[in-house]
Nanobody, 123 residues
Framework: QVQLVESGGGLVQAGGSLRLSCSASGRTFNSIAMGWFRQAPGKERDFVAAISRSGRSTYYADSVQGRFTVSRANAQNTVLLQMNSLKPEDTAVYYC????????????????WGQGTQVTVSS
């Protein structure tokens, strides 16, 4: 079992930055890959970013490439999502996910989810 808790969401103006944090517990953190997803009202959950167990490989959705950076601190059991140059269309609930059984890009592959944190970007 893995428990995930996100933090760092909030309200920011377009062009601003936020950093989301996801703390994990319950299993050796460096043995699991991690991902971030988001869901806007009335829309499906979308892949945002993912990071391999070691942190050496990262993956991004085209919509956030170059603006968002995913990283992990295995000693602190934490994965971060640094979000820069935020746009109103980034507004969503952001979810941390762990332990994909297959593709990092598919939410269905992940076995554990956090409760989500709201990010709102005003224009």
């Amino acid at each position: 079992q893995v428990q995930l808790v996100e933090s760092g969401g909030g309200l920011v103006q377009a062009g601003g930055s936020l950093r989301l944090s996801c703390s994990a517990s319950g299993r050796t953190f460096n043995s699991i890959a991690m991902g971030w997803f988001r869901q806007a009202p009335g829309k499906e959950r979308d892949f945002v970013a993912a990071i391999s167990r070691s942190g050496r490989s990262t993956y991004y959705a085209d919509s956030v490439q170059g603006r968002f950076t995913v990283s992990r601190a295995n000693a602190q059991n934490t994965v971060l999502l640094q979000m820069n140059s935020l746009k109103p269309e980034d507004t969503a609930v952001y979810y941390c996910a762990a332990d994909p059984g297959g593709s990092y890009y598919r939410g269905e592959e992940y076995n554990y989810w956090g409760q989500g944190t709201q990010v709102t970007v005003s224009s």
